[in-house]
Every structure is written in structure tokens, then in C-alpha cells.
């Protein structure tokens, strides 16, 4: 068995660093080979097929880590900042959600008049007072007070803690 360990080992090693296997690697790689011949020797049934066994076994068992490998390799955080979209962590997404559903309860607790034109403020880089005036039935000049008013309603249900 040591005169066969000593031949075969070198070329053992040759067909398992051509899988691209660093030292380490390939020490296992051939370690499994070697004890699954131990287990699996008396299954050989030709003596002269021993060495094309082993050199099998030996492909077989680095083919079979250079997939593993393949998967479980790791990668530095640089690297993937790189190819990964910016995106907000979860815990950052839900306190945005906390408080959005904090801020739009606390406009819930206002009246309706209050809600429609928060609404639209809200929702519109420069609303046309106009058209808003005619929509809630309030002159354009009282626009801007009035909607003073519902954002201090507004804050004061928030730090009530009415958001909820």
C-alpha cells in the first residue's frame, strides 16, 4: 500500500490542481480518494484498474468541490456595492413606514376640509389656488391660512401621539 500511495499520490495531485484546486483544496480532494479506496478497494476487480480507479475518483472528487466552491464562494462587500442597486435597508424602510402611517393617521384625525387640502398640498409641487379655491368652497386668500392651520392640527395630533 505505501509503494502505491507514493506512485500514485504525484499524479493524483496533478489531475486534481488541473481543476484549478489551491493546496488546500486539493489535499482534501485526494485525502477522500485515498479513504474511499480503503472503503471501496475490495469492489476493484482487476489489479491493473486500480490506478485508473483512483485517477477517477480523484477527477470525480474535484469536479464535485470546484462546483461547491463555485457556489459558496465568498465576496467582499466592495465587490458587491458595486453590481447591487442602491436600496434602502429594511430596518431604514420601516421606520419610513412607521412614519408615513404615523403622518397620514394624525391627517386622518383632522376634519375633512383639512384632509383635501392637505391632500393636495401634499401631493402637488404648486397647487392652482383657483381651482382649489372652487374645489373647497373658500376664497383663494384664505388658502394659505387655513392650510396653517390643518398642518398645526396636523402636528399637534403627531406629537399627541393621535397618529395611530
Not at 505505501?2 to 486534481?16: G, K, N, Q, S
Not at 420601516?94 to 408615513?100: F, I
Not at 383635501?116 to 388658502?143: C, E, N, T, W
Amino acid at each position: 500500500m505505501d509503494e502505491l500511495v507514493a506512485t500514485m499520490t504525484p499524479v493524483l495531485w496533478h489531475v486534481v490542481r488541473a481543476y484549478g484546486h489551491d493546496r488546500e483544496a486539493a489535499e482534501d480532494v485526494i485525502q477522500a480518494t485515498w479513504v474511499g479506496f480503503v472503503r471501496l478497494h475490495q469492489t476493484i476487480e482487476d489489479p491493473k484498474a486500480v490506478a485508473s480507479w483512483l485517477i477517477t475518483s480523484a477527477r470525480r472528487g474535484a469536479a464535485a468541490h470546484a462546483r461547491t466552491a463555485r457556489r459558496a464562494a465568498p465576496v467582499q462587500d466592495e465587490t458587491l456595492h458595486a453590481v447591487l442597486p442602491d436600496e434602502e435597508s429594511a430596518e431604514a424602510l420601516a421606520v419610513r413606514g412607521d412614519e408615513a402611517a404615523r403622518l397620514w393617521g394624525a391627517v386622518a384625525s383632522v376634519d375633512e376640509r383639512c384632509r383635501k387640502l392637505l391632500r393636495v398640498v401634499a401631493f402637488m409641487d404648486r397647487p392652482d389656488y383657483h381651482s382649489l379655491s372652487q374645489d373647497l368652497d373658500m376664497p383663494v386668500g384664505s388658502i394659505g391660512p387655513t392650510r396653517a392651520r390643518c398642518l398645526a392640527k396636523v402636528r399637534t395630533a403627531l406629537t399627541k401621539g393621535g397618529g395611530r
